[in-house]
């Protein structure tokens, strides 16, 4: 499964899959040499031409390109001689074994000569920075401390630049949220210093203006800030735009899964898209492709085209017969060229190609680009507009899923409901745009405080779903409980009055071993649901 590497583990990592890669080239070049000499029947030059394939295709990756290409001349000889009458290939053989043993020294000068790996650049991770506030209203700047502590936010509160600048020296915020014109007179424009800082450091840039000038935005525009907000301060849109930017710049950057029949390879790929903050699941048994897809549910695949056992296009045609997996980007990376031959793959599944030799750098964009393509798309279909949460029918389909993956491993599978108390009267009283304001903070909430592994969807208007892996009916009541607890004390300013709103949750879970499918354990959430409201509501069953 999935682990999230330091930098030390994937450096360290790359260089041990160096190494292995180094010393296996030797052996395998002499056994190319030792089946080209004991050619009896065609066999040998089957095996011969796939061990030429992926040399060609894995010397590039660990920069050896010159032994790739060696190693791909071989390929085609291999081929050509393939294609000859017994008679011929007699003739040509010593041609191909010159070349054999001239790739056996080449291997030997080059790994005398290997250049040390070089070490890329890591992104820091975001997680538990906190969020800097410099506010000359004090008032509003205890507010806002409280509602994103709300949110489980860290707060740092500070007085002014100079301040700013110097905690800058040992900490890193994850966001700045600054008012442009400090009471002094000071301008957040003029720390030309302080805004370079906090470029390099990738910290996010919010502004806070008392006055919407074109001139000021157009400053802000310059300065990457990434929020532009107007006096009077729209706290919960605040509040959810800054989830939404520390969501993009941490974590996961998505899930790619890998099919190489070279272990090798298939390692060095991870690693390289590790780097990028790319989760992987490497393919060991072919056979197992189906069931790991739907328990990694990954963006992409990364498959190469010729395997000993199966092609990747038959894998392709396999994976497609899965409906839950048929929208599933596949991406071949092959050292394939002939543009015949990847059209026919594409005819059966593929929708991209990337061609091998390929260098780490050119892989990662080549991957990040096709992944950002492919979760963009997923998020237009399965994301609900106002909230970013999952859509009704996908996630129900992801708690059917999760409930598959339950009864194979025995983890307890949790389900929680939730609905907003008296939103109707919200609505009526403020306004359905208020309305709106509390639904998306709601949701904001939930985003914060699940776990990775949980989902969060909107299943009707003011109805939430928590599809909870690996969690009982005690840690669910639990979680549901301190989400509402958060919820109660947010505030919502309206021209009318500052109000507050409270939710009503059922819990279901597969501890109780009633619940035969996800259908049925949704229905006892929801079951459990109204048993609060009937009990007075504010409150989980
Ligand atoms: P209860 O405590 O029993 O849940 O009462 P309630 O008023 O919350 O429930 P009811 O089902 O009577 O009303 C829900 C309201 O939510 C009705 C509907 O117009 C409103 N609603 C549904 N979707 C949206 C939305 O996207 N935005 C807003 N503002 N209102 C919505
Ligand atoms: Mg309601």
Redesign the pocket.
């Given at each position: 499964m999935p682990t999230s590497k330091t930098q030390v583990d994937i450096s360290e990592a790359f260089g041990r899959i160096r190494q292995k890669f180094e010393q296996s080239l030797p052996e395998r070049a002499e056994t190319m040499l030792t089946l080209a000499l004991n050619l009896t029947k065609g066999n040998e030059l089957g095996q011969l031409k796939a061990e030429a394939h992926k040399l060609a295709g894995a010397c590039g990756t660990f920069g050896y390109a010159e032994l790739g290409k060696m190693a791909r001349q071989i390929e085609q000889r291999v081929i050509d001689i393939g294609s000859l009458s017994a008679e011929l290939r007699e003739l040509k053989m010593p041609e191909l074994n010159q070349q054999l043993y001239q790739f056996k020294q080449s291997v030997a000068h080059a790994l005398n000569f290997s250049a040390p790996v070089t070490e890329a650049q890591i992104n820091k991770s975001n997680e538990q920075r906190p969020i800097w506030l410099m506010l000359s209203n004090q008032q509003l700047s205890d507010e806002l401390v409280s509602q994103l502590k709300a949110f489980g936010h860290a707060v740092v509160q500070l007085t002014d630049f100079e301040s700013c600048l110097k905690r800058l020296q040992t900490e890193t915020p994850a966001l700045l949220f600054s008012e442009i014109q400090q009471a002094d007179g000071s301008d957040l424009f003029k720390q030309n210093f302080l805004l370079n800082s906090l470029q390099q450091q990738q910290c996010r840039l919010m502004v806070f203006s008392e006055q919407d000038e074109f001139k000021l935005r157009i400053k802000a525009a310059q300065q990457h800030a990434d929020d532009f907000f107007v006096s009077p301060l729209d706290v919960p849109n605040m509040i959810s735009r800054i989830a939404e930017l520390l969501e993009h710049s941490s974590g996961s950057k998505g899930r790619v899964y890998i099919v190489d029949d070279d272990a090798m390879l298939a390692e060095h790929y991870a690693l390289v898209l590790n780097r990028i903050g790319i989760e992987t699941v490497i393919n060991k048994h072919p056979q197992k492709i189906v069931e790991e897809l739907i328990n990694f549910q990954p963006d992409l695949i990364l498959m190469d085209m010729y395997m000993p056992h199966y092609t990747g296009a038959e894998l392709a045609g396999v994976i497609r017969q899965y409906p839950p997996l048929r929208r599933l980007p596949i991406v071949f990376l092959s050292s394939e060229q002939n543009k015949n031959v990847q059209n026919r793959a594409m005819e059966h599944g593929a929708d991209d190609f990337i061609t091998k030799p390929i260098n780490d750098s050119q892989l990662a964009q080549a991957v990040k680009v096709r992944l950002a393509r492919s979760i963009q798309i997923k998020t237009l279909v399965e994301k609900d507009n106002?909230t970013g949460l999952i859509k009704h029918s996908a996630i129900k389909d992801l708690a059917e899923l999760e409930f598959e993956r339950t009864q194979r491993s025995a983890k307890p599978l949790s389900i929680v409901m939730l609905?907003?108390?008296?939103?109707?009267?919200?609505?009526d009283t403020y306004g359905?745009?208020t309305?709106?304001v509390v639904?998306t903070a709601l949701a904001t909430l939930l985003k914060k405080r699940i776990r990775k592994t949980d989902r969060a969807g909107r299943y009707?208007?003011?109805e939430f779903m928590l599809v909870l892996p690996d969690c009982d009916a005690a840690q669910a009541r639990e979680l549901a409980r301190q989400i509402l607890a958060s919820f109660a004390v947010l505030h919502f300013n309206t021209a009318i009055e500052q109000f507050s709103c409270t939710f009503?949750a059922g819990v279901a879970s597969t501890c109780d071993k009633k619940y035969n499918n996800a259908e049925q354990l949704i229905i006892g959430a929801d079951d459990a649901l109204y048993k609060a409201?009937h009990a007075g509501?504010n409150q989980v069953c």
């Open positions: 106002l609905d907003i108390d008296h939103f109707k009267k919200v609505n359905h745009a309305g709106d639904i009707g208007g003011e009503s409201k509501r």
